[in-house]
Nanobody
Framework: QVQLVESGGGSVQPGGSLTLSCEFSGRIFRINTMGWYRQAPGSERELVATFTSDSRINYGDSVKGRFTISRDNAKNTIYLQMNSLKPEDTAVYYC???????????????WGKGTLVTVSS
């Protein structure tokens, strides 16, 4: 079973920084894409940042220039460095992986349980 476990959420003042981590574990044959999404109260889930299948990076328009996604393949972990945080960044942040668990399976979307980020003075 594939598991994605996020950590690093919390409360921060506007202008502050936080770093989120997401560790991938379990039976993983191949990863297509992996990244971060977020969902604010009353809103739909939206893209924050992802690695594409050819290792390019896509950022949501609202976080470009402020957030940076990175990864450590040896640790099966991706990170999201969030700088210059704004109140509108308040949301539950979800880790996502489009993963093929074994050669017998097609690619499946897996999600972490989410970690809350609150930006408030």
């Amino acid at each position: 079973q594939v598991q994605l476990v996020e950590s690093g959420g919390g409360s921060v003042q506007p202008g502050g920084s936080l770093t989120l981590s997401c560790e991938f574990s379990g039976r993983i044959f191949r990863i297509n894409t992996m990244g971060w999404y977020r969902q604010a109260p009353g809103s739909e889930r939206e893209l924050v940042a992802t690695f594409t299948s050819d290792s390019r990076i896509n950022y949501g328009d609202s976080v470009k220039g402020r957030f940076t996604i990175s990864r450590d393949n040896a640790k099966n972990t991706i990170y999201l460095q969030m700088n210059s945080l704004k109140p509108e960044d308040t949301a539950v942040y979800y880790c996502n992986g489009n993963i093929r668990p074994t050669m017998s399976f097609n690619y499946i979307d897996f999600w972490g349980k989410g970690t809350l980020v609150t930006v408030s003075s």
